[in-house]
């Protein structure tokens, strides 16, 4: 059975403390790693698309990162705006999608 | 990427009552999809609508409960029936890109 687990749960982190969420993954034939950011209430707001291992992207503040196993999403110099629920969404054979828990992350000024 | 658009965004509903939630996309899609988001928990996919066919529901997930429409290929409606507190929850429309998923804003119902 496909499984998606992100780590931590949550985070507190104080403005400008850089750190790393984490998803691990086990499915079968990976398709893609989607990235998402969702503020409270809201529909989730696509971030990134990783395939390939040692793939790489980029934006403002935000990098992903990919392994054979896990995906990094890591937040460097993170603002008070960066505090929202990130979700790790992985496609596997057949179009099948797997949901993480997500992170719920904070950011205190 | 693809626009959403989601109404309601919000309602309170009684107990016992339905309510349609309508989704319209800018551009036309084969397929789209229904989710929901119970308070704290991450996404379950309740069924894909194709144009022209029935929707495909999950497990756990039955079409008297969630009747779909999908009259043309940039809009659909899912009707969530006989509410009661456990349907509480954020119900979310989306469709797929490239390869990503793109979602709307969602519907947020609280059923009393």
């Known amino acids: 059975e496909d499984q998606v687990t992100q780590s931590p749960e949550a985070l507190r982190l104080q403005e400008g403390e850089s750190s790393s969420l984490n998803c691990s993954y086990t499915v079968s034939g990976l398709r893609g790693l989607f990235w998402y950011r969702q503020d409270p209430g809201k529909g989730p707001e696509f971030l990134f698309t990783l395939y390939s291992a040692g793939e790489e992207k980029e934006k403002e503040r935000l990098k992903a990162t990919l392994t054979k196993k896990e995906s990094f999403l890591h937040i460097t110099a993170p603002k008070p705006e960066d505090s929202a629920t990130y979700l790790c969404v992985v496609k596997a054979a057949g179009n099948k999608l797997t949901f993480g828990g997500g992170t719920r992350v904070l950011v205190k000024p | 990427s693809a626009v959403i658009s989601q109404k309601p965004s919000r309602d309170i509903c009684q107990r016992g009552t339905s309510l349609t939630i309508q989704c319209q996309v800018d551009s036309q899609v084969t397929m789209m999809f229904w989710y929901r988001q119970q308070p704290g928990q991450s996404l379950t996919l309740i069924a894909t609508?194709?144009?022209?066919?029935?929707?495909?529901?999950e497990s756990g997930f039955v079409i008297d409960k969630f009747p779909i429409s999908r009259p043309n290929l940039t809009f659909s409606t899912l009707t969530v029936s006989n509410m009661s507190p456990e349907d509480s929850s954020i119900y979310l429309c989306?469709?797929?890109?490239?390869?990503?998923?793109?979602f709307g804003e969602g519907s947020r119902l609280t059923v009393l």
């Open positions: 989306s469709v797929q890109g490239s390869g990503e998923l793109f």
């Open positions: 609508a194709n144009q022209g066919s029935e929707a495909t529901y």
